[in-house]
């Protein structure tokens, strides 16, 4: 068997690598602040008609008797998170059971491993459905990428959980038992798919003053946190605050200080019934949270930036895009949309005073004779009749640039580009054109949607060349070049 051929990496491409890494590698989880209506924090639960809490009708020695008791002598209460007392937040909390784990498929109940009271989902009715929030839209556009994020999501609504400095529950044997000392906690484990299509998961929390019980996500030897408690103490409106993660992440709940900690989980499936129209899947109106991995990039590229061994002379960077999204009859409705690291990417890079650009590049494939491929900030028409023979032609003649990977043969015309991620076809344009060689030939141009941003020279990185001076220089190279065919 031949020997595999050696790809040379350049040294650019070598300092590139924490830049990609916090893009392609980004957190496997969102999480933020969401203000939403007063009524969303309104929520209705079984309790016995002695006023304690349901399960305490549960005999072990009648098969069914919870269920019956439940149906036959349970009656609801009513309580607003926004404002709950600490009275009615202790009724809640005494409505519920135990909380038990998992464990090869079987659920075993071991405060000493999780200590946290539980409602199932038959036991309580929330007026917050995350398909009437942007909960959704968000999960879409911010912790699934590519083309994950136009399938339909159903978010399958699993338990009520609570957390607080002390709980008292009765087991099934009747004895009570009061889990005092340290708060309530759940150590480190992963959630089991309840489906092929599970994907993760969402936890609500409502604003309800708590301390502690921070929320410690792992994967991968990386370790993030999320003090839901904190977040929510600095908002006035009804708030809550969420967290949605891949199933494969472990996660760990951190005791509980003070305060009663009540959240929703949902359970997040792909629905392949449930098709994602374009209103769904991107809102122009929505403020996306920080993502996790905004800061990692914005460092990445300030600690490439005051490099000067990385492109000192200066140059032209490009990032494939990893969302979809609906194109119309141009690209400028689509820097308003940007979803999940694309957002990232371009919102840090004007933080820094630069200008990335949305373009549309075209493929001329891999011949060393010619240049890479061509890119322009618009979208073209091939319908119209061109009499060029190539994709190239009709491109610079639309006021585009040829581009390359290096600074090989046409360096003089081209542009060399580093790719910082790779190019994606999510967003990829189509067009038929005829052209005019030695007999007439119907062909096609592919061009996919991508960003790019243009860096001084090393000491001066932010006296970088503009979208208009670049088509102005190219424009001139490109008449005097046609001059001499």
């Known amino acids: 068997m031949a020997?595999?051929?050696?790809?040379?990496?350049?040294?650019?491409?070598?300092?590139?690598?924490?830049?990609?890494?916090?893009?392609?590698?980004?957190?496997?989880?969102?999480?933020?602040?969401l203000q939403l209506?007063?009524?969303?924090?309104?929520?209705?639960?079984?309790?016995a008609k002695d006023g304690s809490a349901a399960r305490f009708a549960w005999d072990p020695n009648l098969y069914g008797a919870k269920e019956q008791m439940l149906r036959l002598t349970s009656c609801r209460r009513y309580i607003n998170l926004s404002n709950a007392t600490p009275d009615e937040l202790e009724q809640l909390s005494q409505a519920c059971e135990p909380a038990s784990f998992g464990v090869k498929q079987e659920y075993v109940l071991d405060e000493t491993y999780r200590k946290a009271g539980k409602m199932d989902s038959d036991c309580f009715s929330s007026m917050l459905d995350p398909f009437h929030t942007d909960l959704i839209k968000i999960i879409r556009g911010c912790l699934l990428e590519g083309l994950e994020s136009k399938k339909g999501v159903k978010a399958e609504l699993y338990k009520l959980n609570i957390y607080g400095k002390y709980l008292i529950f009765v087991h099934p044997c009747l004895v009570p038992c009061c889990c005092l000392g340290k708060g309530s906690f759940f150590k480190p484990h992963v959630d089991t798919p309840r489906s092929e299509k599970m994907f993760g998961s969402l936890v609500v929390v409502f604003p309800t003053p708590h301390e502690g019980r921070v929320l410690l996500l792992r994967h991968h030897g990386h370790e993030w946190s999320f003090d839901s408690g904190k977040a929510l103490a600095a908002v006035d409106q009804p708030t809550i605050g969420y967290v949605a993660f891949f199933s494969d992440i472990e996660h760990e709940v951190a005791p509980v200080i003070s305060g009663h900690r009540i959240t929703l989980t949902y359970n997040l499936y792909f629905d392949d019934d449930g098709p994602v129209s374009e209103?769904?899947?991107?809102?122009?109106?929505?403020?996306?949270?920080?993502?996790?991995?905004?800061?990692g990039f914005r460092e990445a590229f300030r600690l490439l930036l005051e490099n000067p061994e990385?492109?000192?002379?200066?140059?032209?960077?490009?990032?494939?895009?990893?969302h979809v999204y609906p194109i119309k009859k141009d690209l400028k409705h689509?820097?308003?949309?940007?979803k999940g690291s694309d957002s990232v990417m371009y919102e840090s890079m004007r933080a820094l005073r630069f200008e990335p650009v949305l373009y549309v590049y075209y493929d001329a494939g891999e011949d060393i004779y010619t240049p890479q491929g061509a890119i322009v900030n618009k979208l073209i028409n091939f319908d119209d009749v061109y009499e060029e023979e190539t994709v190239l032609d009709i491109v610079q003649e639309e006021g585009g640039s040829l581009v390359r990977r290096d600074r090989g043969r046409h360096s003089e015309i081209a542009e060399p580009v580093e790719w910082v991620t790779p190019l994606t076809t999510y967003n990829r344009q189509e067009g038929a054109?005829?052209?005019?060689?030695?007999?007439?030939?119907?062909?096609?141009?592919?061009?996919?949607?991508?960003?790019?941003?243009?860096?001084?020279?090393?000491?001066?990185?932010?006296?970088?060349?503009?979208?208009?001076?670049?088509?102005?220089?190219?424009?001139?190279?490109?008449?005097?070049?046609?001059?001499?065919?």
Request: aromatic share 10%; charged share 25%.
């Open 37 to 47: 209506p007063d009524s969303c924090f309104s929520l209705f639960y079984k309790v």
């Open 3 to 33: 020997p595999k051929k050696r790809v040379r990496v350049s040294r650019n491409q070598q300092l590139l690598t924490s830049l990609r890494e916090s893009i392609v590698d980004k957190p496997p989880y969102i999480n933020g602040t």
């Open 334 to 338: 689509v820097y308003n949309v940007l």
């Open 310 to 322: 990385f492109m000192a002379d200066g140059g032209t960077l490009a990032f494939g895009l990893r």
């Open 279 to 295: 209103n769904d899947a991107v809102s122009e109106h929505l403020i996306p949270p920080q993502l996790p991995n905004q800061e």
């Open 433 to 485: 054109f005829a052209s005019h060689g030695n007999e007439p030939a119907l062909n096609w141009a592919y061009g996919d949607v991508c960003m790019i941003v243009r860096i001084g020279k090393a000491g001066d990185r932010l006296a970088y060349s503009t979208v208009e001076q670049v088509k102005a220089a190219y424009r001139k190279k490109w008449d005097e070049r046609s001059r001499y065919r």
